[in-house]
T-cell receptor
């Protein structure tokens, strides 16, 4: 079946702009995660949804970052007033009923100029 | 403070030989461990996992060993193939399911 998909695959924006990154999880997966990977680092946790609600948002770096999952499927990560330090690969993963194995999408490469 | 450490940034192995990738962790609350493989410009691909109640899990050419007392795990690939060349990430999770990753090890398998 189809895996996790993310759009856009690449996003270039200017400092101060607003961006939205979209994630489509594997069908039937109730848990959805966002991670951020900077160059030379492993992915770092941002937020975890179980169904429609954010079960853990402790990894969001500040209040410029926000994520939603209104119908318990597709999720959107929103970044306001982007900064150059936000440049990274944003990865989405999903799992079945919050079980341990998470399956990742290809990521969105965000570049803030 | 890094809770999951992969101390070898890179490893080079001859085709057909064994590749051993190592990972150490500090958080004793971690109870599930995973290995992911990542090619450039792609997302991490799940390889193999192990629960803390086990000390070994095998899947084809891939075997993961867990030593809880040493807080150490390793991934063995045998025989190694050129297509195994990628960055390998070790990850750990506890009761909250969020994954904590190491920085990765770049494996190069030479023909």
């Amino acid at each position: 079946g189809a895996g996790v998909s993310q759009t856009p695959s690449n996003k270039v924006t200017e400092k101060g702009k607003y961006v939205e990154l979209r994630c489509d999880p594997i069908s039937g997966h109730t848990a959805l995660y966002w991670y951020r990977q900077s160059l030379g680092q492993g992915p770092e946790f941002l937020i975890y949804f179980q169904g429609t609600g954010a079960a853990d948002d402790s990894g969001l770096p500040n209040d410029r970052f926000f994520a939603v999952r209104p119908e318990g499927s597709v999720s959107t990560l929103k970044i306001q007033r982007t900064e150059r330090g936000d440049s990274a690969v944003y990865l989405c993963a999903s799992s079945y009923k919050g079980t341990e194995t998470q399956y990742f999408g290809p990521g969105t490469r965000l570049l803030v100029l | 403070d890094q809770q999951v450490k992969q101390n070898s940034p890179s490893l080079s192995v001859q085709e057909g030989r064994i590749s051993i990738l190592n990972c150490d962790y500090t958080n004793s609350m971690f109870d599930y461990f995973l290995w992911y493989k990542k090619y450039p410009a792609e997302g991490p691909t799940f390889l193999i996992s192990i629960s803390s109640i086990k000390d070994k899990n095998e899947d084809g050419r891939f075997t993961v060993f867990l030593n809880k007392s040493a807080k150490h795990l390793s991934l063995h690939i045998v025989p190694s193939q050129p297509g195994d060349s990628a960055v390998y990430f070790c990850a750990a999770s506890g009761s909250n399911y969020k994954l904590t990753f190491g920085k990765g090890t770049l494996l190069t398998v030479n023909p």
